[in-house]
């Protein structure tokens, strides 16, 4: 039996000749892993192994195809958190640092792309692009092929279906749609949301209850949120909202904050990189 995947969007899109209804996600991402000869895994910087998507993996490799695994987002960290990264996830080379952002690494992955699809030895390669959504995947497709071909959007799972693109003479990309592995994917499950909200797999403005994801995060990385807002207060959302809220004007009628909107404002900042990981 396939592994069952849930994917962040309903809508899916084609390649090739499939059949006239729609191919399911689960069905979207094996047809991708099947039909490619090289796979790229993008992954956050911030959250590489939490991001993992440790099935597609063994697929891949039990196929013996190579895997080239991306570290996007680079430019949300700094010189020396940067470093403490590589030391981190030493274990896990090869590796390639880049930011889609600043162009960073993609000259890099460009060689790495061109080496790996001539040990393929066809003459027509088939490059495939996984990874959680939110990773920047779309971002390094357009980047890759030098214009905007795949559609990119901050929000999680923007990429509709399969897209087909061709990045140079005998080599196509495959921009699959983000998927969220079904062991951290959940619909009920709250802590599982608020997981996959902070990874950014989960839109800010698709999550049940923002509020709780803030509070995941101050937890998980005391301060940062305190920081980036200026508030003194360390470790209470109840005051982050209420002081956040009236900052932006998120207001009710009578006076109160209106704390969704405060909540899920805090998650947007933080799903775009405006509060650093510290």
Do not use: C
């Amino acid at each position: 039996m396939k592994p069952r995947y849930s994917f962040s969007s309903r809508r899916t899109g084609h390649i090739g000749n499939m059949k006239k209804q729609r191919p399911k996600y689960p069905d979207l991402l094996v047809k991708v892993v099947n039909e490619s000869d090289v796979l790229i895994e993008v992954l956050d910087i911030r959250f590489v192994k939490e991001m993992q998507n440790p099935d597609a993996e063994g697929w891949i490799v039990k196929q013996k195809k190579p895997l080239i695994l991306v570290f996007n987002k680079t430019d949300l960290l700094d010189k020396k958190e940067l470093g403490d990264k590589i030391v981190e996830l030493e274990s896990m080379r090869p590796f390639l640092f880049i930011s889609t952002k600043s162009r960073r690494g993609i000259s890099v992955l460009r060689d790495a792309i061109k080496r790996e699809t001539l040990k393929v030895g066809k003459e027509y390669t088939r490059v495939g692009v996984i990874g959680y959504p939110n990773t920047g995947k779309s971002s390094l497709v357009n980047v890759l092929v030098g214009k905007h071909s795949a559609g990119t959007g901050a929000e999680a799972g923007f990429t509709k279906g399969i897209q087909k693109l061709k990045l140079m003479q005998g080599v196509v990309l495959l921009d699959s749609p983000g998927v969220i592995p079904p062991k951290e994917y959940s619909t009920i499950d709250q802590s599982k949301q608020s997981k996959d909200a902070t990874y950014g797999a989960r839109s800010y403005n698709k999550v049940k209850y923002p509020d709780d994801v803030v509070n995941d995060i101050m937890k998980n990385y005391p301060g940062v949120v305190e920081k980036h807002y200026e508030i003194k207060e360390i470790g209470d959302v109840g005051i982050i909202l209420e002081d956040v809220g009236r900052k932006k004007g998120f207001m009710k009628k009578g006076g109160e904050v209106n704390e969704d909107m405060t909540a899920r404002s805090i998650l947007k900042d933080w799903q775009e990189g405006r509060i650093k990981v510290k």
